[in-house]
């Protein structure tokens, strides 16, 4: 067989869908479901790629697009057939999955305008996120294939531990990489001053990631102890059958009610289900059957020695992949009850903190007395910092107060100013003033006015951040009338006078702006407003007008379909709004920064180590 043309044949395929997907996102065809769903014509030109992967069904085609470009590199450096069999077998279960659940169906309302992207989405950390996330997963079906491929030509062989060493230090460099950027992105969008809360579907990364650090670490041993070469196989088969797993339990709707982050169920939860089974079953009965080929030996010979440290240090490893595996899968197995359960974040920090400390005491004494590649030391001394980060950086303060406009307090050792709201179009900023120094938390607006994403302020320092984070304020009363064309009503203050009304149509008849033009006067001043809507899938966008000099706000809620009467929401003036105090969480975060190099002195000392 020419696996050079039928790798080739397979990227060019997948490409091609891939760019078909874009194009039917940048031309804005909302007869397709998946575009009307996660895009719109509003939607910046970085979140129309991101798009791309934004749900279920892209996210499925990204992965298969980054495993068929992969497969692609593997034809030419001349991988062994049946390696290469394996790993187009492995992409034969991502069609399955891109076919069961397709980005391309149609969609069966006819409609002008997409949703768009979730505001929650719309930052450039999480544009990022799920390609380098899944650019991990995809090239651990690597090892997996070179692993069982081997064992089809001999079970003693070592010559596919090198190329699946390379091919392992990248994965689990760009899935740490994603799962950190996942991290950062929660710590500075979510507002909740965290960056880890062991989600579910968080743990869905966290899992294989672990596991693929066993993987490379018996790699590597295994080049030296043949009695290791067994571990290595199993270590292979159990991390890319963690992958599946995990995409198994984030998308077949099981965890909808203990993660933000998971998908709504779908008919390829069981798809997943199966091909994770056939996975694991598959590749260990390959390994039983080969068992009595396998060489023998020692796996180390003193306690003292660098293989007995290294293999300590996986079996820790293993029992937190342990650990985690059954918290973030115990909705599944409650699943029967009728009530499902999860575990809390108490669960992990309790039952992994005593194996982290002793994982960091062995790094600390790899570090001091073994020998390691350039690379090598960077990632282990990342590891080493980063654990201390997780400790020093948790040990600040939280205090939440009720801040006065303009008044300064004094929270967790900082001196703290409120100076009011700033409201500009589908974005409000809350503006603070920490020791002399200005920082701004940001909520996104939906186009009813309505919060839709949260950000914090954070003021950074080389002694850590201080993360303010606010609280919708409350008693902001929005008050609702309908005017009838021609007819005068009032709120309470000023008078409306509701003159005329136009609606715009497109090519198909659909409505897509509508307008009113209202007289208002306090019985002194008139003034003439012509508010507007404009027509979108999730009902429709209109942005507050000030009126008679910023006395009120106002907003065009609806035109009748006769255009006889128009409903207008009165808001407070903002100058009424900076005025209540805004009830805010200050924390702080001691040598953050700290946690954040760690992790790229991982990702990047993980890299460095693919040259010896």
């Known amino acids: 067989m020419n696996w050079k043309i039928f790798g080739a044949i397979s990227a060019a395929a997948v490409t091609a869908a891939s760019l078909y997907l874009w194009i039917l996102i940048f031309t804005d065809d909302f007869s397709v479901q998946y575009v009307a769903a996660y895009s719109s014509t509003q939607l910046p030109t970085l979140y129309k790629?991101?798009?791309?992967?934004a749900g279920q069904q892209g996210s499925f085609l990204l992965w298969l697009l980054i495993h068929a470009l992969a497969g692609l590199v593997l034809v030419f450096r001349k991988t062994p057939a049946p390696a290469l069999a394996v790993y187009f077998a492995l992409e034969l279960l991502l069609i399955i999955f891109v076919l069961a659940n397709s980005p391309f169906a149609p969609n069966p309302v006819e409609v002008s305008e997409g949703v768009g992207l979730n505001p929650?989405?719309?930052?450039?950390?999480?544009a990022i996120h799920p390609p380098v996330i899944f650019a991990g997963y995809a090239l651990l079906a690597v090892p997996l294939s070179l692993s069982i491929g081997a064992l089809f030509k001999s079970a003693a062989s070592k010559s596919w531990l090198e190329p699946a060493r390379k091919w392992t230090l990248v994965a689990w460099s760009l899935l740490g990489a994603g799962i950190f950027i996942g991290g950062y992105w929660a710590y500075k969008v979510l507002g909740w001053g965290g960056y880890w809360a062991w989600d579910p579907v968080e743990n869905s990364s966290l899992v294989p990631w672990l596991l693929s650090a066993v993987l490379l670490h018996l790699i590597n041993l295994a080049q030296k102890k043949s009695a290791v070469l067994p571990l290595a196989h199993i270590a292979a088969v159990f991390t890319y059958s963690l992958v599946i797993y995990g995409t198994f339990l984030t998308r077949s709707g099981i965890l909808g009610d203990f993660s933000v982050h998971s998908f709504a169920g779908s008919d390829v939860g069981l798809t997943t289900a199966l091909a994770d089974a056939l996975v694991l079953i598959g590749g260990l009965a390959i390994i039983f059957v080969k068992a009595k080929n396998f060489p023998t030996g020692r796996m180390y010979e003193r306690y003292s020695e660098p293989a007995f440290v290294v293999l300590l240090g996986m079996l820790l490893l293993i029992f937190v992949a342990v650990i985690v595996w059954l918290g973030m899968s115990m909705p599944l197995f409650t699943l029967a009850l009728e009530n499902p359960a999860a575990v809390g974040e108490e669960f992990y920090v309790k039952s992994t903190a005593p194996i982290a400390a002793v994982l960091f005491a062995l790094a600390v004494y790899s570090l001091a007395k073994f020998r390691m590649s350039l690379g090598g030391k960077i990632a282990h001394a990342g590891f080493v910092f980063g654990l201390a980060a997780v400790v020093i950086s948790s040990s600040g303060e939280t205090v939440t107060a009720e801040l006065a406009n303009g008044v300064e307090t004094e929270l967790a050792g900082h001196r703290i100013i409120y100076s009011g709201q700033i409201i500009e179009a589908r974005q409000k900023?809350?503006?603070?003033?920490v020791d002399g120094q200005e920082v701004r938390a940001l909520t996104k607006l939906r186009g009813n006015g309505e919060d839709a994403a949260r950000e914090p302020a954070i003021l950074k320092n080389i002694s850590g951040d201080v993360y303010l984070a606010p609280h919708p304020p409350k008693n902001i009363l929005a008050q609702e009338i309908i005017l009838e064309r021609g007819r005068f009503a009032m709120d309470g203050e000023l008078g409306y006078t509701f003159d005329s009304a136009e609606i715009s149509y497109d090519a198909e008849n659909n409505p897509v702006r509508a307008s009113a033009k209202i007289e208002v006067t306090d019985g002194v001043q008139t003034e003439t407003i012509e508010p507007q809507i404009e027509v979108t899938a999730d009902g429709g966008s209109s942005s507050a007008i000030e009126i008679l000099g910023g006395r009120r706000r106002?907003?065009?809620?609806?035109?009748?379909?006769?255009?006889?009467?128009?409903?207008?929401?009165?808001?407070?003036?903002?100058a009424e709004i900076s005025a209540v105090p805004v009830t805010t969480t200050v924390s702080t975060k001691p040598l953050i920064w700290l946690l954040w190099l760690s992790a790229a002195a991982i990702c990047a000392g993980?890299?460095?180590?693919?040259?010896?």
């Open 120 to 126: 929650l989405l719309q930052d450039f950390w999480m």
């Open 429 to 433: 900023f809350y503006v603070y003033s």
């Open 554 to 574: 106002v907003r065009l809620t609806g035109i009748s379909g006769d255009k006889l009467k128009a409903r207008l929401e009165i808001l407070p003036a903002l």
């Open 606 to 612: 993980t890299l460095a180590a693919v040259k010896k």
């Open 49 to 53: 790629i991101s798009a791309f992967w």
